[in-house]
């Protein structure tokens, strides 16, 4: 059984052309995936279909076989923003999604600063996050969004604010922190060399459909700008000029 499955999936947003033309699609547990594509493809809306933010106008979309009709318990989110809140210290705000659902117990404390001390982050644990740079800011929200140990992780475009390095430091930390507790991963990208360097799989996407996808044979950790790499970005790049 797939993981996550999108079987003829399609979505129109009233008075639009349609977003999602007939979207087919397999994640299977553990994998991470990427979806690239240029703006107004229908990546982000392929997101919300998954995070049962919206409902499909036809086709069905499972997770563990079950329909997808609501955010489910199982899925963890880091959106465009880290959306962190500034009255609320680091440590609380990655545990807030436990806290909105029932009382923190010691576990879940401790969970927090393990991902915290992953992700250097250990001397801000009391601190606002209006303190910390963008960097360290999207740190926690992943943080955040993996501390209820979430079967699906969900991003869109979660390091497209910040400057070069930090980015690849921070694609670097999460590769290493969702291969290691095998979280399956569908993530949102424009880079192309982000979704190389994080991909088993890549879909490239235009006008609502998948036009081609290209697996990533690459070992972990991965070396970027490799004759090996860049020939996989080379792939994703040609079905993107193609359209």
Not at 8 to 20: C, K, L, R
């Amino acid at each position: 059984m797939a993981f996550l499955e999108l079987h003829n999936v399609s979505y129109t947003y009233p008075g639009w052309s349609p977003v999602m033309r007939g979207v087919d699609w397999t994640l299977p547990e553990g994998e991470f995936h990427c979806l690239v594509g240029r703006s107004g493809c229908g990546k982000t809306t392929w997101l919300k279909l998954a995070a049962g933010l919206l409902r499909p106008d036809a086709g069905t979309l499972r997770l563990q076989g079950r329909e997808v009709r609501e955010p489910l318990p199982s899925m963890g989110f880091v959106f465009q923003s880290p959306t962190l809140l500034d009255w609320l210290s680091v440590l609380d705000n990655v545990l807030l999604p436990i806290r909105l659902h029932r009382r923190v117990l010691p576990a879940d404390t401790a969970r927090a600063q393990s991902l915290l001390d992953q992700m250097a982050l250990t001397p801000w644990l009391h601190q606002s996050p209006a303190r910390l740079s963008g960097g360290q800011q999207s740190r926690v929200a992943i943080a955040r969004a993996l501390v209820t140990e979430p079967a699906l992780l969900l991003m869109d475009e979660p390091f497209a604010a910040l400057d070069a390095m930090t980015r690849e430091d921070l694609q670097s930390e999460l590769s290493q922190l969702c291969r290691a507790r095998r979280t399956s991963v569908l993530f949102v990208t424009h880079d192309m060399s982000e979704a190389v360097y994080l991909a088993d799989r890549v879909a490239v996407m235009s006008q609502g459909c998948v036009v081609g996808e290209v697996a990533v044979p690459l070992s972990h950790p991965r070396l970027r700008y490799s004759p090996e790499f860049n020939d996989v970005c080379a792939r994703v790049r040609a079905l993107m000029d193609d359209r």
